[in-house]
């Protein structure tokens, strides 16, 4: 099948750092080609890939100190995807909402990831009048906003099973990593770690829209002596920061789409103490691979329980659920779908 995944050109694919979206572009890429697909990856010119690359801009645009106007060379990656869609025989798009205008006027199967939280109201007339595209949520709670578009599938997020290393023996702290920001909740992740008297490693990055929360909330509970703050780390830097925690705080409060950073600590074998929001619920099983709570009280008690999860549980949950392989073979029956004109509505198990 001939294929093309369009990406966002915040970051390359794969990112050099933090970058949700364009690293399971990369993963989905990957395997798509190593299934034997004829593969092209519009994305920025400094990403690494075995498909065929259309660079759209010279570098990812958050590291470009030059760039001034992201959406500019969004506008052009349409523009060269426009050029070659008779080329293709599916079109696979990462890009939010920006090209459904000009797919609405281009009769070739196509489809879009919704990698966002949908849970805005700026994005209930928009996704109304375009409510014919085919999408795919990343999560069943990621759609619930928006229930009446035309939803192909839910497409849980997968890495290669070798990625990560699974770590069979715990380490003496607990890790957060990801974002700082009001949603991803990081004092919560700090309070849990005093409660509970454990180490608190800190792996983050610090955007510029939330530089003043960071400076303001988070950077004077940096001066406590269970927390250390490492700042932002790439792939191979997380293989040891998560294997070797004892286990993941995830305590955001927010519409969580999907949370890859649940599945990275899963591959290590590293268990997960998550809020009950969005996804969650859908990621992590109760007593199994982790726990789900709703209060600090009953985060710090999870804590404690921890030591009765078998790491190798938390691995094989990985492996059986969220692999590369596994999404990708989801994907390509949603293309199948598309190529035999089928809208079907589907929920993931």
């Known amino acids: 099948m001939r294929i093309a995944q369009v990406a966002p050109l915040h970051e390359a694919v794969p990112p050099k750092l933090y970058g949700g979206t364009e690293r399971v572009v990369h993963y989905l890429t990957e395997e798509l080609v190593r299934q034997g697909h004829e593969v092209t990856l519009f994305a920025s010119g400094d990403s690494e890939t075995s498909a065929r690359l259309v660079p759209c801009c010279e570098r990812a645009l958050r590291l470009d100190p030059h760039c001034r106007d992201r959406l500019a060379h969004h506008v052009l990656m349409l523009e060269k995807v426009a050029q070659e869609a008779r080329e293709f025989d599916v079109i696979h798009f990462h890009v939010d909402y920006i090209h459904f205008p000009l797919m609405r006027r281009l009769s070739v199967p196509h489809v879009t990831t919704l990698h966002g939280r949908l849970d805005l109201p700026d994005f209930v007339p928009l996704y109304r009048e375009f409510a014919e595209m085919p999408v795919v949520s990343i999560s069943n709670a990621q759609r619930e906003p928006l229930p009446f578009l035309n939803w192909m599938a ?15 023996r715990p380490g003496d702290y607990l890790a957060f990593l990801g974002r700082i920001s009001p949603e991803k909740r990081p004092d919560r992740a700090i309070k849990i ?29 940096l001066k406590s002596p269970w927390v250390e ?113 089928e809208r079907p509505v589907l929920r993931a198990a």
């Open 193 to 221: 770690a005093e409660m509970v008297g454990m180490k608190l490693l800190i792996a983050a990055k610090v955007d510029a829209a939330d530089r003043d929360y960071f400076e303001q909330v988070i950077r004077p509970l």
């Open 154 to 168: 839910t497409v849980y997020h997968g890495l290669p099973k070798d990625l990560y290393r699974f770590h069979a």
């Open 229 to 341: 703050f490492i700042g932002e780390i790439g792939d191979e830097e997380k293989n040891e920061f998560l294997g070797k925690a004892y286990a993941l705080l995830f305590p955001i409060d927010w519409p969580e789409p999907f949370g890859l950073v649940m599945i990275e600590s899963l591959a290590c074998g590293t268990p997960v103490i998550a809020w009950r929001c969005g996804s969650v619920p859908e990621v992590i099983e109760q007593g199994i691979s982790g726990f789900i709570v709703e209060s600090l009280e009953e985060a710090a008690r999870a804590v404690e329980k921890v030591a009765g999860l078998k790491r190798i549980l938390c691995r094989k949950a990985f492996e059986r659920r969220f692999s590369a392989e596994r999404m990708a073979r989801d994907y390509l029956r949603v293309y199948d779908r598309l190529l035999e004109g």
